[in-house]
């Protein structure tokens, strides 16, 4: 009996899973750069949610799945925040979110770790491919604290953002920064 129970044990599929890790809010970002007019301006986005499961050993196990609540964008301007929620812009009214999912990581030949997936912003979903770097104690050695930094740039146009003439002085790419700082669940 003890042999076929072993045996059953060896046929189910055994799949390792990445470790799940919760994002501390108030001590991670999730922020821009920009430019209007030569002149450049950081942003950050005050609300977002991120589900993050990560394995640096066995990144096909890893997958983000990120949510950005787009009106709680902060500028240090009231102004360039309002125009940014508007129609030429992000459309909070209509498009409330930005929405990123991992399809793959790959590791760089640098040494560095890539994640490739999709972002959403208003009605325009793109492929993404964003530089990753997963630092801390995490699951190897058990105290499950780490940090997560992901840097990427982005096109404005290829999400259908500030795309008329009016907006001809605002900068082409956008870099975004995120910096998570995780606890293991």
């Known amino acids: 009996m003890l042999r076929l129970l072993i045996a059953v044990a060896l046929l189910l599929p055994m799949s390792a899973l990445a470790r799940d890790w919760q994002v501390d809010a108030a001590k991670s970002s999730l922020t821009f750069k920009g430019s209007y007019q030569g002149e450049a301006f950081d942003g950050k986005f005050k609300k977002f949610d991120a589900t993050i ?17 787009l009106a709680s964008t902060d500028t240090g301007s009231s102004e360039r925040d309002d125009t940014l929620k508007t129609p030429d812009f992000f459309d909070t009214d209509k498009f409330p979110n930005a929405h990123f999912v991992t399809e793959s990581f790959a590791k760089t030949t640098d040494g560095g770790v890539e994640a490739k997936g999709t972002l959403t912003i208003r009605d325009q979903t793109k492929p993404v491919t964003l530089k990753v770097k ?36 605002i900068g082409a790419d956008v870099s975004v920064h995120s910096h998570l700082v995780l606890s293991a669940k």
């Not at 499961?53 to 890893?62: G, P, T, V």
């Not at 104690?137 to 930094?149: E, H, I, K, M, V």
């Not at 259908?160 to 002085?169: F, K, M, Q, V, Y």
Request: glycine fraction near 16%.
């Open 53 to 69: 499961a990560y394995d640096a050993a066995d990144l096909a196990k890893s997958k983000f799945d990120v949510s950005v609540e």
């Open 134 to 169: 997963f630092a801390g104690n995490g699951p190897s050695t058990g105290s499950g604290q780490a940090t997560l930094d992901v840097d990427g740039t982005l096109q404005r146009a290829d999400f259908g953002l500030g795309n008329g003439n009016d907006w001809a002085d």
